[in-house]
């Protein structure tokens, strides 16, 4: 079974608006445990768009994201389990980070 999965995965930004972009369309990807997958694209094909489903910090505008073979926007209990179980890192760090020290910074989130 698949530990990452995704069926028909479709989003646009600015829905609606003169500036609509569609960032993915119709993405079918299957990443079996143990594999190791690199996303390749220009800048602005989409990429980040995608990484983002999968933890459910984007959802959706249509199609699925699994994670263990769990459908993340099934509940509030799958879509926490998929963040247990997905961690992403992000391109630019030093954005993320805002403490001063790492302890701090990771300290945060269950602080608040
Ligand atoms: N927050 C946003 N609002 C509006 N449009 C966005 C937003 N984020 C991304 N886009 C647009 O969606 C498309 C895909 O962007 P995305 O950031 O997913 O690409 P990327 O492959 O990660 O690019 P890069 O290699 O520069 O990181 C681009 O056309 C981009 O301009
Ligand atoms: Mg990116």
């Keep these: 079974m698949a530990i990452l999965k995704t069926e028909h995965l479709t989003y646009s930004y600015s829905t609606g608006t003169p500036f609509e972009v569609t960032a993915i369309e119709d993405i079918n990807i299957e990443i079996e445990a143990g594999e190791l997958v690199a996303v390749i694209g220009h800048t602005g094909s989409g990429k ?9 910090l984007l959802k959706p505008q249509s199609g699925k994201v699994y994670v263990d073979g769990q459908d993340i926007w099934e ?9 247990f179980a997905v961690g992403l890192c992000f391109q630019y760090p030093e ?18």
């Design 48 to 56: 980040s768009t995608l990484i983002q489903h999968f933890n459910g």
């Design 75 to 83: 509940s509030k209990k799958t879509l926490r389990a998929s963040r």
């Design 95 to 112: 954005y993320q980070l805002f403490e001063e020290t790492v302890y701090r910074d990771i300290a945060f989130g269950p602080k608040t």
